[in-house]
């Protein structure tokens, strides 16, 4: 692994103020990339914020960090499967089979599925101990924010050629911050369907059982998601989220 230094990109967009003036959450976007790469992934993250169907956002907040690339831990992306499912109500169902199997709890599940169903203004992740369902955080609509990982270039290169169906910047994205979420000690489990109110296909992420893509869990013109990580219960949740802001992660 290279020895330059990394920089970490996180965007994000909101309209009507900033998110922390009551702004309405348009998109966000997490980068981790070398010096000579920085220019064009800002680039990539401005256009993400300004192309957005959740609205035309008049606040861009954008922060470069220098990481320490010694910290980095290097990870295989999650293995993909996708369930074929004929409306959200079957996809939801399906997600719920799914974290049955990964031992979350019952009430855990009705939590996230309410939740996510509900809220369209969370900019970062909901922690849901597994078992009693109860919230661990304390972050409101502001949520945990994954960053600070991204996939090694040649490695997504090689990825994106035995998975020519998934091209998507998108979902190189999404497969990132499951794959450092599912092996971050402590997680069970995550729960994702996208805020985009164009975008309707969502995922279960866990070490056990990879990323299941389940291709609809809301329908069309909904403005609800985003993400709950079900968590073990016991876990020291300063730490945990420590862990899901600040390790780099290589996806490699
Ligand atoms: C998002 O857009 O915020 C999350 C998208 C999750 C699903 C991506 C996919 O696998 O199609
Ligand atoms: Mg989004
Ligand atoms: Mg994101
Ligand atoms: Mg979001």
Request: net charge neutral; charged share 25%; with cysteine.
């Given at each position: 692994?290279?020895?330059?230094?990394?920089?970490?990109?996180?965007?994000?967009?909101?309209?009507?103020?900033?998110?922390?003036?009551?702004?309405?959450?348009?998109?966000?976007?997490?980068?981790?990339?070398?010096?000579?790469?920085?220019?064009?992934?800002?680039?990539?993250?401005?256009?993400?914020?300004?192309?957005?169907?959740?609205?035309?956002?008049?606040?861009?907040?954008?922060?470069?960090?220098?990481?320490?690339?010694?910290?980095?831990?290097?990870?295989?992306?999650?293995?993909?499967?996708t369930y074929e499912v004929a409306d959200a109500e079957e996809g939801r169902r399906q997600a719920a089979v799914l974290?049955?199997?990964?031992?979350?709890?019952?009430?855990?599940?009705?939590?996230?599925?309410?939740?996510?169903?509900?809220?369209?203004?969370?900019?970062?992740?909901?922690?849901?101990?597994?078992?009693?369902?109860?919230?661990?955080?304390?972050?409101?609509?502001?949520?945990?924010?994954?960053?600070?990982?991204?996939?090694?270039?040649?490695?997504?290169?090689?990825?994106?050629?035995?998975?020519?169906?998934?091209?998507?910047?998108?979902?190189?994205?999404?497969?990132?911050?499951?794959?450092?979420?599912?092996?971050?000690?402590?997680?069970?489990?995550?729960?994702?369907w996208?805020?985009?109110?164009?975008y309707v296909t969502g995922y279960?992420?866990?070490?056990?059982?990879?990323?299941c893509r389940i291709t609809r869990l809301k329908e069309q013109g909904d403005?609800?998601?985003?993400?709950?990580?079900?968590?073990?219960?016991?876990?020291?949740?300063?730490?945990?989220?420590?862990?899901?802001?600040?390790?780099?992660?290589?996806?490699?």
């Amino acid at each position: 692994m290279s020895k330059e230094p990394l920089y970490s990109l996180r965007m994000r967009a909101a309209q009507g103020g900033a998110h922390e003036e009551g702004g309405l959450h348009i998109s966000g976007g997490e980068r981790l990339g070398f010096r000579d790469e920085i220019e064009a992934l800002v680039s990539g993250l401005l256009r993400k914020a300004l192309q957005h169907s959740r609205g035309d956002a008049d606040f861009i907040n954008l922060t470069i960090e220098k990481v320490e690339p010694a910290s980095c831990r290097v990870l295989s992306p999650l293995p993909v499967s996708t369930y074929e499912v004929a409306d959200a109500e079957e996809g939801r169902r399906q997600a719920a089979v799914l974290l049955r199997e990964l031992s979350v709890s019952e009430q855990a599940i009705r939590n996230a599925l309410c939740l996510l169903g509900s809220v369209n203004n969370l900019r970062g992740a909901v922690l849901l101990d597994s078992r009693s369902g109860e919230r661990l955080d304390t972050r409101g609509e502001r949520g945990i924010r994954v960053s600070r990982m991204d996939w090694d270039r040649e490695r997504y290169l090689y990825w994106q050629n035995q998975h020519p169906l998934f091209g998507s910047p998108r979902i190189a994205e999404a497969i990132a911050l499951a794959t450092k979420v599912a092996y971050a000690p402590g997680t069970v489990a995550e729960l994702c369907w996208s805020d985009d109110p164009e975008y309707v296909t969502g995922y279960v992420g866990s070490r056990r059982s990879g990323y299941c893509r389940i291709t609809r869990l809301k329908e069309q013109g909904d403005f609800s998601g985003g993400r709950v990580f079900f968590v073990e219960p016991g876990t020291f949740i300063s730490e945990y989220i420590v862990h899901l802001e600040r390790t780099p992660v290589w996806i490699g």
